[in-house]
């Protein structure tokens, strides 16, 4: 089966820079994707890592460690559209993902 | 990107009831659709796949006559609810992979499903 573990909440101000970590234990891995889902909406995509190393998208990257099973998702210059939950999420066979619990970020003026 | 749709939005319904939600890609073509289960501030739980054409797979512990998922065409799924009980209450989100993008590892998720049983 799959674990994962992230923080459940996270607080910063506007402009900030926000890193959510993100450790998993899984049988079969293929890549950890991360997920943004405001209050009520559906989960949207913001990443994905199959190898080691970061990936940036603006103002969102993220990283991945195969050898230590552990990413995380920078945030940068916060803003107060980016409060919102947080999900990792690890990719096994048939595209089946298996979410963390979720990262709370609020982001204060 | 791609869009999933997904209906009713919300809905009440009286315990031992049926409830039905489906779920649409609209612009693609979706062999594969996967059903989740959200509850308040948690995490999203994979219920199942959804396979074109073929039963559907069912993850550990997901009672499979509770949860029927019918997934009749290449842009419909649905996941019906059966004999809803309170303890059924929760947010059940959809997603679906584009298979023409063949190097995505993007799902696109429906907006959700809020069912509350009385």
């Known amino acids: 089966g799959q674990s994962l573990e992230q923080p459940s909440e996270v607080t910063a101000v506007e402009g900030a820079i926000v890193q959510i970590n993100c450790t998993y234990q899984?049988?079969?891995?293929?890549?950890l994707s991360w997920y943004q889902q405001h209050d009520g909406g559906a989960p949207t995509f913001l990443s994905y890592?199959?190898?080691?190393g970061l990936e940036e998208t603006g103002r969102f990257s993220s990283f991945l460690s195969r050898s230590d099973s552990y990413g995380y998702l920078l945030l940068q210059e916060l803003q107060m559209k980016d409060s919102a939950s947080y999900f990792c999420?690890?990719?096994?066979?048939?595209?089946?993902?298996?979410f963390g619990a979720g990262t709370t970020v609020t982001v204060r003026a | 990107g791609a869009v999933v749709s997904q209906h009713p939005s919300r809905v009440i319904c009286k315990s031992g009831t049926s409830v039905k939600i489906e779920c649409r890609s609209l612009?693609?073509?979706?062999?594969?659709m996967f059903w989740y289960r959200q509850f308040p501030k948690k995490s999203l739980m994979l219920m199942a796949t959804?396979?074109?054409?073929?039963?559907?797979?069912?993850e550990q512990g997901v009672e499979k006559d509770k949860f029927l998922i019918n997934h009749a065409s290449l842009t419909l799924s649905t996941l019906t609810v059966t004999s809803a009980h309170p303890e059924d209450s929760s947010f059940y989100i959809c997603?679906?992979?584009?298979?023409?993008?063949?190097?995505?590892?993007?799902?696109?998720f429906g907006p959700g499903t809020r069912l509350t049983v009385l």
């Open positions: 899984t049988s079969g891995f293929y890549g």
């Open positions: 959804s396979n074109e054409g073929s039963k559907a797979t069912y």
């Open positions: 997603s679906a992979r584009d298979p023409r993008e063949l190097e995505s590892n993007e799902q696109f």
């Open positions: 999420a690890v990719r096994a066979g048939d595209y089946k993902l298996s």
């Open positions: 612009d693609f073509q979706a062999t594969t």
């Open positions: 890592n199959a190898l080691d």
